[in-house]
């Protein structure tokens, strides 16, 4: 059983920054690719960002590539999202979720297999 919890979120103004954190319980966290979703209102949840176990390899999608960064601390347990010069069209709810079959990360919402609750970030312009 793996359990997530993000924190982080908030109001922001366009242009700003917000980190993201994602803590992870559970022996597999260092074992499990891992990977940033979000969803704003009255759209599916999409992909934004995913990490492999060691870290070594990450993938974004082309609306936050070049602006957002995902990283991990397997000491701690924890996963990040920093996220630079965020627009309104950033505003969502952003859940960490956790892929622990593979240490390889996929943009596929499918292969992850514990979420998150998700911590609101809204980006006034």
């Known amino acids: 059983q793996v359990q997530l919890v993000e924190s982080g979120g908030g109001l922001v103004q366009a242009g700003g920054s917000l980190r993201l954190s994602c803590a992870a319980s559970?022996?597999?966290?260092?074992?499990?690719?891992m990977g940033w979703f979000r969803q704003a209102p009255g759209k599916a949840r999409e992909f934004a960002a995913a990490?492999?176990?060691?870290?070594?390899?990450?993938t974004y999608s082309g609306s936050v590539k070049g602006r957002f960064t995902i990283s991990r601390d397997n000491a701690k347990n924890t996963m990040y999202l920093q996220m630079n010069k965020l627009t309104p069209e950033d505003t969502a709810v952003y859940y960490c979720?956790?892929?622990?079959?593979?240490?390889?990360?996929?943009?596929?919402?499918?292969?992850?297999?514990?979420w998150g609750q998700g911590t609101q970030v809204t980006v006034s312009s």
């Open positions: 559970g022996r597999t966290f260092s074992s499990s690719a």
């Open positions: 990490i492999s176990g060691s870290g070594g390899s990450t």
């Open positions: 979720a956790a892929r622990t079959r593979f240490t390889v990360q996929t943009m596929s919402r499918a292969e992850y297999d514990y």
